[in-house]
């Protein structure tokens, strides 16, 4: 099974549809950790801020996606998107694995672990800080995609995240290149 990661997507629509060509397409699944359309009042608005066209792409888009509701996320993104978007979490049980997906824009380290461990999660997915990481503590990975299009990573390259066979990586979105990988047990 092959799980596409995305997080903090704000709008952009030709990145969205750069990352979904190149590497979601071939998905059985997308798993987006809110952040879908408003820009937010934090960042600047970037130039290919079309956040009614993405909604237009998602809701066509060929691949089933299961979304947690983000800060920017509002209750009228409901209305121009089919998918729901309003649940602060997602549980997912794919293969085995428990997979929880949650912005995270509301948790400390502590309470992200204390949740990942209430939940039995084997991954535990959040965003927010358009930053990726990836750790393994306690036999739980912890991931954050980071930002494809409003990263906040020094070098300023955008990345996403996928689950693969039995491995989840961290990718940078304009090379392909793995930054980080952790084997899932």
Same mark, same amino acid.
């Given at each position: ?6 997080? %903090? =997507?704000?709008?952009?629509?030709? =990145? ?11 998905? %059985?699944?997308?798993?987006? @950790?809110? %952040? ?11 130039? +290919?801020?079309?956040? #009614? ?13 299961? /979304?947690?509701?983000? $800060?920017?996320? @509002? ?6 998107? /089919? ?10 049980? !794919? ?11 509301? !948790? ?11 939940? #039995?999660? $084997? ?8 930053? &990726?990481?990836?750790? *393994? !503590? ?13 990263? *906040? ?5 955008? /990345?996403? @995240?996928?689950?693969?066979?039995? #491995?989840?990586?961290?990718? +940078?979105? @304009? =090379?392909?290149?793995? !930054?980080?990988?952790?084997?899932? &047990?």
């Amino acid at each position: 099974m092959k799980i596409g990661i995305i997080s %903090d =997507t704000h709008g952009c629509l030709e =990145t969205w549809e750069q990352v979904f060509h190149a590497y979601f397409q071939d998905s %059985d699944l997308i798993i987006h @950790a809110g %952040d879908v359309l408003y820009h937010g009042p934090r960042n600047a608005i970037p130039a +290919e801020y079309n956040p #009614k066209q993405l909604a237009e792409v998602l809701n066509n888009c060929p691949v089933p996606i299961v /979304t947690a509701c983000g $800060n920017c996320d @509002a209750e009228v993104d409901s209305m121009v998107l /089919t998918l729901p978007i309003q649940s602060p979490y997602s549980y997912l049980l !794919l293969n085995g694995l428990r997979i929880v997906v949650t912005h995270g824009h509301n !948790l400390t380290d502590d309470a992200k672990r204390e949740l990942a461990e209430r939940l #039995k999660a $084997n991954i535990f997915i959040t965003g927010h800080t358009h930053i &990726a990481t990836l750790e *393994k !503590l306690d036999g739980i990975i912890y991931l954050n995609p980071g930002s494809p299009g409003m990263t *906040k990573r020094p070098d300023g390259h955008g /990345t996403i @995240a996928w689950i693969n066979d039995n #491995k989840v990586e961290i990718l +940078e979105i @304009a =090379t392909g290149q793995p !930054l980080i990988s952790e084997i899932l &047990a």
